[in-house]
């Protein structure tokens, strides 16, 4: 089994209406997504996907996020965007794509809010 890791962030604000605390108010964040794949085939490049390709994957996906209010998006009308339901947003959108479908699948999702606190989101089967 080969893994791969892509790192890529995008700006958003968000509020979290039913948290305690001070995030219950309208604030931002530099949010960094980490997006793990898995496969067992290589290509005969060797490769399991070209970086390049599974970035822009990831761009796209968080191009629907970047700069947006989240709580304003579809994606959040029945959920806050916490990191943990931004993660699994972004595994949703990445895994329904086809070039995850076959030989190489989305892992993994992780969401860092800041530099020290992160959320993940994996399919539960693994
Ligand atoms: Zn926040």
Not at 58 to 80: G, I, K, R, W
Request: aromatic share 10%.
């Amino acid at each position: 089994m080969y893994e791969l890791t892509i790192s890529e962030e995008f700006e958003a604000a968000h509020r979290l209406p039913d948290y305690d605390g001070k995030c219950c108010r309208l604030h931002g964040h530099n949010w960094r997504v980490e997006v793990a794949v898995r496969g067992k085939q290589l290509d005969a490049s060797g490769l399991l996907i070209d970086f390049k390709i599974l970035k822009a994957h990831v761009a796209e996906v968080l191009s629907t996020l970047d700069h947006h209010y989240l709580n304003e998006l579809a994606a959040f009308a029945d959920q806050p965007p916490t990191a943990e339901h931004i993660a699994r947003y972004v595994y949703e959108m990445l895994a329904e794509k086809p070039a995850f479908q076959t030989n190489v699948k989305v892992y993994a999702v992780k969401v860092w809010e800041s530099p020290r606190s992160c959320a993940a989101y994996m399919p539960e089967a693994g």
